[in-house]
């Protein structure tokens, strides 16, 4: 099944009320049961539809979305193999070209890591197929989530996918199937979080709407019309009601409406205000970002008494990192490695997202982390400046360490001819090597005490 298949049931089912099945058909035909799709819509106690199209029309939720999903999509994942002493990169394996070059032949790895991240954020699980070539997988093709059930097998107890297409329910095994799993309570699927913070959500989605319907209305508010001691009739109500009708909306602001005699307008008290109609707003943004695990001021929101920047804000970032995101980076590469390698490569063969890419736009950092690796023998002048895109150099291929920046094998070993000639100079400047030169320093601190020679000496 190509992406286009896959993007046209998206765009036919995505969003659509739930509660509705499908007939089993094809492959499936013959089942007694039928096929919930879970679309994710459901009405709040507010009478809100709530689904992840109208969660992604609330600012908060695109933001958080957009920002996890391209930052591990951005991010690339590599494929290495462990051998004695450490690691090597293995470019040349095949599950590289399918997780690092290309996932499909639509597809990026940029997209298409992004969109599985976007969909464990929406559903709380993210689908792909799986062709295959003997133990080899070849191909991702990404399934939409509201449009797959996992379920377990009558007969073997085995997970099995149902994928209703264009009216066709297709069952497929799990070895055909790339399943990312969200939070789970130990169970076989995700959870969403669309569906478990509806309330939220709708209750979002309410403030907007009153907030765009008082706008719409001019900022005019509605009430009551006291008639005094005049009674209306039903056509002269219905007369009233058109006369203020026609002067709502922003184009009429400022038109002055004649009343009658002993006609007087009473306004509701329920002005934005007094509903704190602004401030619910502000708070909305801050639970939409606890549901999603984001940190507000990532997404341009910042709580009350926070700065936008800072030494704090940079430890929350990395506390994010650290807390939030690696979490979620280590369940798909585990899931990768348990779904797409065989069994006997498990133990050698592992995935890793780069998560030194998000120091990328950060030259500062980078330049400190280089600088840290290099004075300590962890990275070669060469492996440095591989990571900068910038070609090796001969004689770069070696570790160093912070005292005078020496190769790791010289240390114990005789002065290199740099330092016979820093001692030869220090010999010229102090009439001795640096060792004597100290030596004399000492001894000319302690004279008259200590131990040290007499004055008269």
């Known amino acids: 099944m190509g992406i286009g298949t896959w993007v046209g049931s998206a765009l036919r089912y995505f969003g659509t009320g739930s509660g509705e099945s499908g007939k089993l058909s094809g492959a499936a035909e013959d089942e007694p049961t039928r096929i919930k799709i879970k679309y994710g819509s459901q009405i709040d106690t507010g009478g809100e539809v709530v689904n992840q199209r109208s969660t992604l029309g609330l600012s908060t939720a695109w933001a958080c979305v957009t920002l996890k999903s391209e930052l591990c999509g951005a991010m690339g994942v590599g494929v290495f193999e462990k051998k004695a002493g450490g690691r090597i990169a293995r470019p040349d394996h095949w599950l590289s070209d399918l997780v690092h070059e290309e996932p499909n032949r639509d597809q990026t790895p940029t997209e298409f890591w992004a969109a599985m991240v976007a969909c464990i954020d929406l559903w709380g699980?993210?689908?792909?197929?799986?062709?295959?070539?003997?133990?080899?997988?070849?191909?991702?093709?990404?399934?939409?989530?509201?449009?797959?059930?996992?379920?377990?097998?009558?007969?073997?107890?085995?997970?099995?996918?149902?994928?209703?297409?264009?009216?066709?329910?297709?069952?497929m095994p799990a070895e055909k199937v790339l399943h990312l799993r969200g939070m789970t309570l130990g169970g076989d699927v995700g959870l969403s979080a669309i569906e478990y913070g509806r309330r939220t959500i709708g209750g979002a989605n309410a403030a907007n709407?009153?907030?765009?319907?008082?706008?719409?209305?001019?900022?005019?508010?509605?009430?009551?019309?006291?008639?005094?001691?005049?009674?209306?009739?039903?056509?002269?109500?219905?007369?009233?009601?058109?006369?203020?009708?026609?002067?709502?909306?922003?184009?009429?602001?400022?038109?002055?409406?004649?009343?009658?005699?002993?006609?007087?307008?009473?306004?509701?008290?329920?002005?934005?205000?007094?509903?704190?109609?602004?401030?619910?707003?502000?708070?909305?943004?801050?639970?939409?970002?606890?549901?999603?695990?984001?940190?507000?001021?990532?997404?341009?929101?910042?709580?009350?008494?926070?700065?936008?920047?800072?030494?704090?804000?940079?430890?929350?970032?990395?506390?994010?990192?650290?807390?939030?995101?690696?979490?979620?980076?280590?369940?798909?590469?585990?899931?990768?490695?348990?779904?797409?390698?065989?069994?006997?490569?498990?133990?050698?063969?592992?995935?890793?997202?780069?998560?030194?890419?998000?120091?990328?736009?950060?030259?500062?950092?980078?330049?400190?982390?280089?600088?840290?690796?290099?004075?300590?023998?962890?990275?070669?002048?060469?492996?440095?400046r591989s990571r900068e895109n910038l070609p090796t150099m001969d004689?770069?291929?070696?570790?160093?360490?912070?005292?005078?920046?020496?190769?790791?094998?010289?240390?114990?070993?005789?002065?290199s001819a740099e330092q016979g000639a820093r001692s030869a100079l220090m010999n010229m400047l102090f009439g001795g090597d640096v060792e004597a030169?100290?030596?004399?320093?000492?001894?000319?601190?302690?004279?008259?005490?200590?131990?040290?020679?007499?004055?008269?000496?």
């Open 437 to 457: 030169v100290i030596d004399a320093r000492v001894k000319a601190a302690m004279i008259g005490h200590n131990g040290g020679p007499k004055l008269e000496d």
């Open 125 to 171: 699980n993210g689908y792909a197929e799986k062709e295959t070539l003997g133990k080899r997988t070849t191909a991702l093709t990404p399934l939409a989530p509201q449009l797959v059930t996992c379920r377990r097998s009558r007969d073997t107890g085995e997970r099995e996918y149902v994928y209703l297409d264009r009216g066709k329910a297709e069952v």
């Open 395 to 415: 004689g770069d291929d070696f570790l160093t360490v912070q005292s005078n920046l020496i190769k790791l094998a010289d240390l114990g070993k005789a002065p």
């Open 209 to 384: 709407r009153v907030a765009a319907s008082t706008f719409a209305s001019g900022l005019q508010l509605a009430g009551f019309m006291e008639t005094g001691s005049t009674k209306l009739s039903p056509d002269q109500r219905a007369d009233l009601i058109e006369i203020f009708d026609s002067f709502t909306g922003q184009a009429m602001r400022g038109r002055i409406v004649p009343l009658e005699k002993d006609f007087k307008f009473q306004a509701l008290k329920m002005n934005p205000a007094e509903v704190e109609l602004l401030a619910s707003r502000g708070w909305d943004v801050e639970e939409l970002c606890r549901w999603f695990g984001m940190l507000p001021m990532l997404i341009g929101h910042a709580a009350k008494g926070q700065t936008m920047w800072g030494s704090g804000i940079e430890q929350l970032l990395l506390g994010w990192q650290t807390l939030r995101l690696n979490p979620l980076l280590r369940k798909i590469e585990q899931s990768i490695k348990l779904q797409l390698l065989p069994r006997e490569e498990r133990k050698t063969i592992y995935p890793e997202f780069n998560r030194e890419a998000m120091l990328a736009a950060d030259s500062a950092a980078r330049a400190a982390l280089y600088s840290a690796f290099g004075q300590n023998g962890v990275m070669t002048r060469g492996e440095m």
